[in-house]
């Protein structure tokens, strides 16, 4: 197998499967604006998510289950102007699936249509496949999520490693199947043993994606805000800090204050 990186124009769900033949790995990081997203595109990601990670990293909340259809939209439109090479994929919010297909559908034709995104992802394994159907025969590109899924914390009271007992790692690879055999073009893995996480990738055509999966899969995601280190609080094992933003930006907005309460700030040549 090759691991040359190719060059496509823009990527596309098709490009990631045959990333995934040629065993090409598939780089994956979160945006959320016009700026970062710009960004996270000129260096060469091959998939935007935007994620509802949103919700924690740029709205402040606990959880992923406040962000609304709406501000996921907003979101969402702001990377796809961004986006001139990778591909655009949107999380469909909690409680905009859910309740049944149609509304899934609903959902998101809205993000494709309002947003320009390319494709959607959701949570969850086999009592989505019904949503997961109707979304695909309607044209709509569909990543899985399963392992960790963000949108089940009260359900799993705990942000701690999936799938470690022998049930719930078959109904995952049972799950990671299903996702394929309907349709959808890739799947994301979150946060569980890297030895089952290699199995999935094996067992299946369709490209995995981890966070927190291990080495073993056909590519990577992380959110864009823990990587470059803008927060010192979350420290997960799988997380590698490729900046320290939280200290370059500190350092920054206080030497600019300091400067203007010192009058340093503009000098002669700052001002018109
Ligand atoms: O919302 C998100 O950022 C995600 C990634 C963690 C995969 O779903």
Known sequence: MSTAKKSYARVTTNSLIKMKQDGEKISMLTSYDFTLASLVDGAGIDVILVGDSASNVIAGHETTLPITLDQMIYHAGSVVRAAKR?????????????????????????????????????????????????????GIP??????????????????????????EAAQLIADA??????????????????????????AI????IGIGAGQGVDGQVL??????????????????????????????????????KAGDFPNANEQY
């Open 86 to 138: 990778a591909l655009v994929v949107v999380d469909l919010p909690f409680g905009t699936y859910q309740a049944d297909s149609k509304e899934a559908l609903k959902s998101a034709i809205r993000i494709m249509k309002e947003s320009g995104a390319h494709a959607v992802k959701l949570e969850g394994g086999a009592s989505e496949r019904q949503s997961l159907e109707r979304i695909l025969q309607a």
């Open 205 to 208: 055509s369709i490209p995995v």
């Open 177 to 202: 199947k299903m996702l394929e055999e309907v349709g959808c073009f890739g799947v994301v893995l979150e946060k569980i043993p890297a030895a089952l996480a290699q199995k999935v990738a094996e």
């Open 142 to 167: 569909v990543m899985g999520h399963l392992g960790l899924t963000p949108q089940s914390i009260y359900k799993f009271g705990t942000y701690t490693v999936r799938a470690k007992e022998e049930a």
């Open 223 to 260: 959110v864009l805000h823990d990587m470059l280190g803008m927060s010192k609080e979350f420290s997960p094992r799988f997380l590698r800090r490729y900046a320290d933003l939280h200290t370059t930006i500190t350092q920054a907005v206080a030497q600019y204050s300091k400067d203007v």
